[in-house]
């Protein structure tokens, strides 16, 4: 072990050295006619009756369910009664945790109606599906493992590019983050808000990128690689105001949006997803400071 190095720094490192390992395996298997034509061959997008209105409907839930949530189960606070946590800048209180969850599952439950009623075959034409649960799983981890590198260093270049050209420039941290950093918040909160984080986000994120946006853009501009870029594109603005992450989190988007397009998995893109919130959650666990 180098001196002065973590376990967690060590672990670090082997992970971004086995995903460079894995890069390394995947480019140069692609400089192969055969395989590249393997890969690139994507295939065609489920037969839907999506709208625009569906979009515009789900974006509705997704923005509005908490806050709805929040006004419903939080009693106004008398004055002067704020929680530490309530006080600490992006922390987020408990009633906060809890609507956050009560909206992410009132997003998935939109959600699951839209796709049943717009897919012909329902969701298991969809691609939200149980079978093949133990491949899926396998190529989730190995998809992460392969963008795990490319996503770290992106959020390092991006973060100095910011530091350098805006010296004022302060780091905004994700709410959840905080939230399972501060020491203000119960062990019940943390559980919820790491749930959300790894089961719930991922379902509901993906469920509304890949599983509508990408569809509708694929059918609507004749072309499955537009879709893949465009719902990309909006994944990593949707992530907006944390602009270190937001040209990471397009990266990570245009391989959740094509391993969609080449398995037509929901499954697949969902496990994927859990897994890129899962390391940040255990690091946290095990006592990284992000």
């Known amino acids: 072990m180098p001196d002065g190095w973590t376990h967690l720094e060590i672990a670090e490192v082997a992970l971004l050295s086995l995903g460079g390992g894995v890069l390394f395996v995947f480019l140069a ?173 991922p379902l509901a994120e993906e469920l509304f990128f890949r599983g509508l946006l990408q569809p509708l853009l694929a059918r609507r501009l004749k072309s499955a690689w537009a879709g893949i870029l465009l719902t990309a594109m909006f994944f990593g603005i949707f992530h907006y105001p944390l602009l270190h992450v937001i040209v990471a989190l397009t990266i990570l988007g245009v391989l959740l949006s094509y391993l969609y397009a080449r398995t037509r998995s929901l499954t697949l893109v969902v496990l994927v997803h859990a897994l890129f919130n899962a390391k940040t959650v255990l690091w946290i666990a095990l006592g990284a400071r992000m």
């Open 29 to 201: 298997r692609f400089a192969s006619p055969a395989f590249r034509a393997w890969a690139l061959a994507l295939r065609p997008v489920a037969d839907h009756r999506l709208e625009l209105l569906d979009v515009l409907v789900a974006l509705c839930v997704i923005w509005l369910a908490a806050p709805l949530w929040l006004a419903l189960i939080a009693a106004p606070a008398a004055p002067g009664s704020e929680s530490a946590a309530t006080q600490a800048p992006h922390v987020a209180s408990m009633p906060q945790i809890v609507s956050m969850v009560l909206g992410q599952l009132t997003t998935i439950a939109v959600l699951v109606v839209l796709g049943r009623s717009r897919f012909s075959g329902g969701i298991r034409a969809w691609g939200l599906t149980a079978a093949h649960a133990l491949r899926r799983a396998g190529q989730a981890l190995l998809a992460y493992v392969g963008v795990w590198p490319v996503c770290f260093l992106t959020v390092y270049a991006a973060d100095a590019l910011l530091r350098w050209k805006f010296p004022s420039y302060h780091l905004r941290e994700h709410t959840t983050i905080l939230t399972l950093q501060s020491d203000a918040t119960p062990s019940l909160g943390k559980l919820l808000d790491a749930a959300g984080a790894v089961i719930l986000a």
